[in-house]
Nanobody
Framework: QVQLVESGGGLVQPGGSLRLSCAAS????????MRWYRQAPGKQRELVAS???????NYTDSVKGRFTISRDNARNIVYLQMNSLKPEDTAEYFC??????????????????WGQGTQVTVSS
C-alpha cells in the first residue's frame, strides 16, 4: 500500500526558511508528477508547486522566486524549499503524487495519492 508522509513543517518567523519533505513508500514501480498543495483556514486548497517525472517545474505566482520544488527519484522523495517566508504562506501543506505501484489483485496503474499534511506557520 502506497503512503506519502510529509515532514519539516513548523513555526518560523517572517523572512525565514523551511524545507518540507515528502517520502513515498510501498512497492512503487514509478512516480510521475509530484506536487505540493496548501490550504489556509477558510480557503480552498491551492496548488503551490509541481515537478514532472522529467523534472520540469511549475509554481503558483505568489511563491515564484521564493520556493523551490525538487525530487530525489532514487529515494522517492519530493522536497519544497521555502525561503523568504511570509505570514500569508501559513497553511497546511500537502504532498500529492501520481504513482504506479504493485496491485495485489490487479494490473498496476497510475493512481493519485495524498499525504496527511504538515502545518507551516509564519509568525513573529
Amino acid at each position: 500500500q502506497v503512503q506519502l508522509v510529509e515532514s519539516g513543517g513548523g513555526l518560523v518567523q517572517p523572512g525565514g526558511s523551511l524545507r518540507l519533505s515528502c517520502a513515498a513508500s510501498g512497492v512503487i514501480f514509478s512516480i510521475a508528477a509530484m506536487r505540493w498543495y496548501r490550504q489556509a483556514p477558510g480557503k480552498q486548497r491551492e496548488l503551490v508547486a509541481s515537478v514532472t517525472g522529467r523534472e520540469s517545474t511549475n509554481y503558483t505566482d505568489s511563491v515564484k522566486g521564493r520556493f523551490t520544488i525538487s525530487r530525489d527519484n532514487a529515494r522517492n522523495i519530493v522536497y519544497l524549499q521555502m525561503n523568504s517566508l511570509k505570514p500569508e504562506d501559513t497553511a497546511e501543506y500537502f504532498c500529492n503524487a501520481d504513482i504506479k505501484a504493485f496491485e495485489p489483485m490487479g494490473v498496476p496503474e497510475i493512481k493519485n495519492y495524498w499525504g496527511q499534511g504538515t502545518q507551516v506557520t509564519v509568525s513573529s
